[in-house]
């Protein structure tokens, strides 16, 4: 059994890596919810739904996130009547589908956990998909100038093209861990850290009284693969993100960040010069190539993090 733990859509392509490599139902994934808003009476879940819909073959390609073959016919007529107002962050009709049945079904009692594992059942996913919690927590970013916002208004609203002074993951104390996630980590014969952005997505999931504990236990059985390549996120502000709150953003940086909980940090061959000072942070350090550019470089890269973590 493999456990990783995910945020949206670079965690997404790295769980589908490693579905082509071992069989998906022997892989569960846990999965940040910090990034979860309410929006028109809807709880939207974006890294949960992104994970469900790559394994279940149903994401947009394009984008990573939402559905293929998507319209959005309620979306242009919600801009028609708010004049744009309400329609900063774009619901396709599909996707509307899953976000109607997951509130549905949080109104009726069921919790995220549980309804997760219905809508990943309707995809054919055959992974445990495993919210990080059932209990609220909501990733806040502070903007320089000091107005706090919730994470899509800073990640869409603004393009994430604000610069960030602070992040908090609000009601975190109090969140319980997900039905499931820390039996998975427990008993996980390696504990796979996907390239999602360390602060945003991967740092909440940690964040969880006792997921970053039983984490940290396991240490020598769980490996990361860097976000950072060369200095630079492939996708999305991490490389930014990452600098702005203090760390360096590089291998090194990410070793640092993650030393405490992870043994092992697979770096891309371009990085291959940061070896010594990535393991001078007290982290083993494997050198492959990790670009997820196609199938055969993605199951490559999961060869490479299944060897790295299960051989420990
Ligand atoms: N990302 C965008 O950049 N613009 C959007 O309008 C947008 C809508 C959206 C709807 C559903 C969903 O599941 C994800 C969506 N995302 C959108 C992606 C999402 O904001 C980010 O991928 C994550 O929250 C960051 O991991």
């Known amino acids: 059994m493999i456990a990783a733990v995910a945020g949206g859509v670079g965690g997404a392509r790295m769980l589908r890596a490693l579905c082509s490599v071992v069989d998906p139902a022997e892989l ?8 979860d808003v309410v929006l028109h009476g809807l709880h939207v879940s974006p890294d949960v739904d992104t994970v469900v819909y790559t394994l279940g073959g149903a ?27 309400l329609s900063w962050f774009n619901l ?36 445990r998909v495993l919210p990080m919690s059932d209990d609220p ?7 320089a100038g000091g107005e706090e916002v919730g994470f899509q208004e800073y990640f869409v609203g603004r393009g994430h093209q604000v610069q960030v002074s602070a992040v908090r993951f609000a009601g975190v104390e109090s969140a319980r861990a997900g039905p499931g996630v ?14 999602s952005n360390p602060v945003v997505s991967v740092a909440p ?3 969880v009284p006792g997921v970053g ?14 976000p950072i390549i060369a200095g630079r996120a492939l996708k999305g502000p991490a490389d930014r993100l990452l600098a702005e709150l203090g760390h360096e953003p590089s291998v090194v940086g990410i070793a640092r960040l993650w030393s405490p909980w992870a043994a092992t940090l697979v770096v891309d061959v371009a990085d291959a010069g940061s070896a010594p000072a990535v393991e001078a942070a007290g982290v083993r350090c494997v050198v492959a190539p990790t670009v997820m550019s196609g199938p055969e470089e993605s199951a490559g890269l999961a060869r490479t993090v299944l060897r790295s973590g299960v051989a420990a």
Do not use: K
Request: glycine residues 12%; proline residues 2%.
């Open 205 to 207: 999931v940690l964040a």
């Open 137 to 143: 927590v909501e990733t806040r970013v502070t903007l």
């Open 28 to 35: 569960t994934a846990v999965v940040n919810t910090g990034d």
């Open 182 to 195: 820390l039996e998975a980590l427990s008993e996980a014969d390696a504990i796979v850290i996907c390239p």
């Open 213 to 226: 504990e039983v984490v940290a236990r396991r240490r020598e059985r769980v490996v990361a693969v860097s």
């Open 92 to 127: 396709g009709d599909r996707d509307l589908g899953t976000h109607l049945y997951r509130t549905a079904r949080l109104a009726e009692g069921a919790g995220l956990g549980q309804v997760t594992a219905e809508i990943a059942a309707r995809f054919g996913v055959a992974t």
């Open 59 to 85: 994401a947009n390609p394009d984008t990573g996130w939402g559905r293929v073959g998507e319209t959005w016919e309620a979306m242009a007529e919600l801009r028609a009547l708010s004049g744009g107002r």
